[in-house]
């Protein structure tokens, strides 16, 4: 791969661009001729988290390099210290080096070029053409001794800049946000069973796992979820402590019904099935809501997996609300967050179907665990599915959705190919 093109509708995730000390260290080409990196990420102890008691509060690592505000100027005053002259109150100030012409004349520190016999080579970048399964061996094998004594740092395999469909081979905000939440609650989701929607990289899950019980990794794509069953493996020492197993399977939200076939790689097995209906209390997703069929999909695989659960079941969906400068409308939109609004307030409607569903936005002022720039614009949503009694609850074919004012997306939930799939009893 000699050039990287970009092209009109390719997407990079604001986590890879304000992260510039995060380390991305390219290690493959996946099945599609991708770049694919490895990154680390530090979950903050106890003195590092930062306080988000206001929203927008995150990404604080320009300090860590440029030093405090206040600290800023003091190299300036050190080098040009002799060039101070005394105020008429008496005070030191800096005086600018001008050019001729009168503009700032910036001085750069100066660079030392590489001197002979230091024994340093030349370091000359070169782009992977092809996966080396010995140099992943040894990056692994030379890790430093803190990540390997404390279970405070994630790896990450994913890709950068890629096309609108695969969007879920990179890590995005909403993710960190949600994996915060989990590790700010540990207690709401300690020996449950978990089943995440459209997991993308993993990331969330492998948060999950550091306290569940059980946790089903779902997506849809061979060579997206072979990626997130390598991270699960690659941190596998962070959920050693809890006992907790991490599954990638595939879910699709526009199929009505789990892959069973033993043939397909990532496919259910029957145990697995009746595991995921009779025990499931937790359902999470993070930032899948970018497109309004996939939107209305993720709705229609909530309501039918809910049905199907015989207890209460809590869904978490985090999402990052993204504004987009429209034609159509001449001014600044969010046509997808709109859309899955107007989905998520009818939930509440549909309580004279096989549940009740009752929705709540969350305060996201909880502790950060995760280095990124928690911006105003994130949410967090939390679902409660309570089964009605068999008295009250009525069948598919009794329910006349059009009777009620519903999104059409909604009224399609409703139909009977969507939420006729019978769950394994065990």
């Given at each position: 791969?000699?050039?990287i ?48 008691s ?41 005086r ?91 207690a ?40 997130c ?5 690659l ?98 939109s ?12 009818q ?32 949410e ?47």
């Amino acid at each position: 791969m000699d050039h990287i093109t970009f092209h009109y509708d390719t997407v990079l995730s604001d986590v890879h661009m304000l992260l510039p000390c995060t380390r991305h260290l390219m290690t493959r080409l996946n099945r599609v001729g991708q770049p694919v990196f490895i990154s680390k990420f530090k979950i903050l102890s106890d003195g590092e988290r930062h306080d988000n008691s206001d929203a927008g509060e995150g990404l604080k690592e320009a300090e860590e390099f440029n030093g405090p505000r206040e600290d800023r100027g003091k190299d300036l005053k050190t080098t040009q210290g002799e060039d101070e002259d005394e105020d008429e109150g008496g005070e030191g100030t800096v005086r600018p080096f001008l050019d001729e012409d009168g503009d700032l004349d910036v001085t750069h520190r100066p660079r030392k070029n590489p001197v002979e016999g230091t024994g340093r080579d030349l370091v000359c970048p070169i782009i992977l053409k092809q996966s080396n399964p010995v140099l992943g061996q040894e990056e692994e094998n030379t890790d430093d001794e803190a990540e390997k004594c404390f279970n405070n740092f994630i790896k990450i395999e994913h890709t950068m800049a890629t096309p609108l469909e695969d969007v879920g081979k990179q890590v995005w905000r909403g993710a960190f946000l949600l994996a915060d939440f989990i590790l700010s609650e540990p207690a709401l989701f300690r020996g449950a069973t978990v089943l995440e929607l459209g997991a993308g990289t993993g990331l969330t899950s492998i948060i999950m796992g550091t306290t569940a019980k059980m946790v089903y990794c779902t997506d849809v794509g061979e060579d997206l979820l072979s990626m997130c069953k390598r991270n699960v493996m690659l941190n596998k020492h962070m959920m050693e402590p809890s006992g907790a197993e991490v599954r990638v399977r595939q879910l699709d939200w526009l199929q009505h019904d789990l892959c069973r076939d033993s043939d397909v790689d990532f496919s259910w097995t029957e145990e697995e099935v009746a595991d995921l209906y009779n025990n499931t209390s937790v359902i999470i997703a993070a930032d899948v809501c970018y497109d309004d069929d996939l939107t209305d999909g993720l709705f229609r695989t909530l309501y039918r997996l809910c049905s199907n659960l015989p207890h209460t079941c809590t869904v978490f969906i985090s999402l990052e609300k993204r504004m987009n400068f429209t034609l159509r409308h001449m001014d600044v939109s969010c046509e997808a967050y709109d859309h899955f609004s107007h989905c998520l307030s009818q939930l509440p409607d549909l309580e004279n179907g096989q549940c009740t569903f009752r929705v709540e936005q969350l305060p996201v002022n909880f502790a950060q665990f995760l280095l990124y720039e928690r911006i105003e614009q994130l949410e967090l949503w939390k679902v409660t599915a309570t089964p009605l009694p068999l008295d009250r609850a009525q069948t598919d074919s009794e329910l006349n959705s059009s009777e009620l004012d519903l999104h059409p997306s909604v009224k399609t939930i409703l139909s009977p190919e969507f939420s006729n799939e019978a769950p394994v009893k065990s």
